[in-house]
């Protein structure tokens, strides 16, 4: 069971600049704090925090070279306040990987090389992007969400795009389920890119008790037609926006910046709230770390308004889908 | 056809910025034509490196347009680019002495070989990459030398059309006098790429962003009225100039080949 507690409250959304003098008693203040929390079963529905966007560009197959960016990166987030970093899909790899996806690969369990990383989040939280091994010798499109020095869950991408210019499934075996983790946030969701587009997997996390859903991305940009940016970075926020506000949760998005072999990824890493506002977001181009805080009491108002998940009959989609895959399978 | 300019211009010198340095570079050398292309290729440079990092080589042939060469200048003191003429007539006549039979395509042919071995030795001299200045109706029609114009190392104009080109030229503010000509090879007098390929660009780029970025079917090009032979004609061109989109074709012998399964980004570790 996680339970949070209000911390001090900062302004609603800023961009990082320098280091806070208070960074020490800040952090010694905010594990007091949370562990007072743990005491505290009923302050779990409330509270506030903070939330860094990592917009980064890895360095395709430079393992060490990304670690030490994820280190610096996970240090200012921590100067600036936050609770939680995120960063984006396959940040410690790179993403077109194609044959060198073994060569990148990190058993979770026993991965050295990571120690340095784990280290560096005993005071903050942290999301980031690897390719896992199993001892199937399966490859996964991985992200790991890290607290107090530990991997506390790994989620293994669920949608591998494998159209266009995508081919993941050539190169990375499907995961096969979804869990919710357990953190000082509140039950949390991790999704990676191409899960969003399939809003079943919203879905399953928000009636597993997630409130805040974080979705992985390196997403290149596509479609320059219109006056409003790529086509694919509307198509997110639109997707971010509708899907916050139906499932009544927060929605981080953390895409990545750079260029591989001319795929260029336009960043656009954004905060929705449980309302579907865009409460942060970050540059269209290079590298960003955006901050935000998050409110929980925004979702219990949002779901005041708006009960559709109060209202949510899981018995009746459950009813339904076994009918149509039942239909399916006999067509 | 629309076309976000100023987005297209910011990724484009982004792109230009990053492939370089990734790859340990700051310069480019471009070939300029006084055409269209390689205008918006050496503006976009410029902008995005700085004009003393571009190098722009101009190469005429003795039966080139003096045209070309005026317009080409025009670019060159536009943007305060490094510049150099380099006459590529003795390296195609040196060779044709011998080969008296050569028709007007084999000296063509010749002579963007001739100008793709200058920019090539003048990006060692340099310490650059050769910037490319094909765009995506030639590419995809095959109108350009493998080998010859088509090669470069990076290439920030190939996926626009021709009529993308002038739109992202004029919001660049490319020199009138190359936004009003007609487009042309200058191969040898009186060339028009029009001409030769026996449609506009105007026509052929609707048809090639409806049945290449849409992917719209045989059926509803015809429906919206494009015409049967020149739908024809120009997916006859897509499908003759596949090779010179693909590297040499590899006899697979082994478990693990170059250009069949051996399969990593040119950007691998950077």
């Known amino acids: 069971m996680a339970h949070f507690i209000t911390l001090p409250s900062r302004c609603r959304t800023r961009r990082a600049v320098a280091e806070s003098p208070l960074r020490g008693l800040g952090c010694l203040a905010r594990r007091f704090f949370r562990v007072l929390a743990s005491f505290v079963p009923e302050l779990t529905l409330t509270g506030k925090f903070t939330v860094a966007l ?18 610096d990166t996970i240090r200012r987030a921590q100067s600036e306040g936050a609770d939680l970093v995120v960063f984006p899909e396959l940040s410690l790899t790179g993403y077109i990987l194609q044959d060198l996806v073994p060569d990148v690969a990190i058993d979770p369990l026993n991965a050295p090389s990571l120690q340095p990383l784990l280290q560096g989040c005993k005071d903050i939280a942290c999301v980031f992007g690897f390719v896992e091994v199993s001892d199937r010798y399966n490859y996964y499109n991985a992200a790991a969400y890290v607290s107090e020095g530990r991997i506390r869950h790994v989620h293994r991408k669920l949608y591998l795009p494998t159209y266009g210019m995508f081919d993941e499934m050539r190169f990375f075996a499907m995961g096969e389920s979804l869990r919710t983790v357990p953190t000082p946030f509140g039950p949390l969701g991790l999704l990676i890119c191409e899960d969003l587009w399939h809003p079943s997997t919203l879905y399953l996390h928000v009636q597993d008790g997630a409130r805040v859903v974080v979705t992985l991305s390196s997403s290149p940009g596509r479609g320059v037609r219109t006056n409003e940016g790529f086509q694919t970075s509307q198509g997110w926020e639109t997707l971010l926006k509708a899907l916050s506000q139906f499932y009544t949760v927060y929605n981080l998005y953390a895409n990545r910046a750079g260029i591989e072999d001319g795929a260029y990824f336009p960043g656009g890493s954004m905060v929705v709230s449980p309302v579907g506002e865009v409460v942060a977001r970050s540059q269209t181009s290079g590298e960003d770390l955006v901050l935000a805080e998050l409110d929980l009491d925004e979702i219990r108002r949002a779901r005041l308004f708006t009960p559709v998940l109060r209202d949510e009959r899981l018995d009746l989609t459950l009813r339904e889908l076994t009918r149509i895959v039942h239909q399916r399978s006999q067509s | 056809m629309q076309l976000n300019c100023p987005l297209v211009n910011q990724v484009l010198k982004g792109f230009i910025r990053d492939e370089l340095s990734k790859a340990g570079f700051h310069r480019v050398v471009v070939g300029l034509s006084g055409g269209i292309d390689s205008a918006v290729s050496c503006f976009l440079a410029a902008r995005a490196l700085g004009p003393e990092n571009v190098l722009a080589v101009m190469m005429p042939y003795r039966t080139s347009s003096p045209e070309s060469l005026s317009d080409a200048r025009a670019v060159v003191e536009a943007l305060g680019v490094k510049s150099e003429i380099v006459e590529i007539t003795s390296i195609v006549d040196g060779y044709f002495e011998a080969q008296s039979r050569a028709n007007s395509l084999r000296r063509g042919n010749a002579m963007a070989r001739a100008r793709m071995i200058v920019l090539f030795d003048k990006s060692m001299e340099f310490n650059a990459l050769v910037l490319g200045t094909s765009n995506k109706t030639e590419l995809l029609l095959g109108y350009g030398t493998l080998f010859g114009d088509m090669a470069s190392s990076i290439n920030p104009i190939g996926d626009l059309y021709k009529a993308d080109i002038f739109k992202l030229a004029r919001y ?11 487009p042309t090879a200058d191969l040898w ?38 015409k049967r032979d020149f739908v024809q004609l120009v997916v006859n061109k897509i499908r003759g100039s596949q090779f010179k989109r693909r590297g040499p074709v590899v006899c697979k012998l082994s478990p693990r080949s170059v250009s069949h399964d051996f399969h990593y980004l040119r950007d691998w570790g950077m």
Do not use: C, M
């Open chain 2, 189 to 226: 007098a009186g060339q028009s790429d029009e001409d030769e390929l026996g449609f506009t660009y105007a026509e052929v780029d609707e048809l090639l962003h409806e049945l290449i970025d849409r992917r719209v079917s045989r059926r509803e090009l015809l429906e919206k009225g494009f």
């Open chain 1, 54 to 71: 990592a917009q980064v560009s890895p360095k395709l197959g430079l393992l060490s070279e990304n670690l030490q960016l994820h280190l």
């Open chain 2, 172 to 182: 660049l503010q490319v020199p009138q006098s190359i936004l009003d000509k007609k």
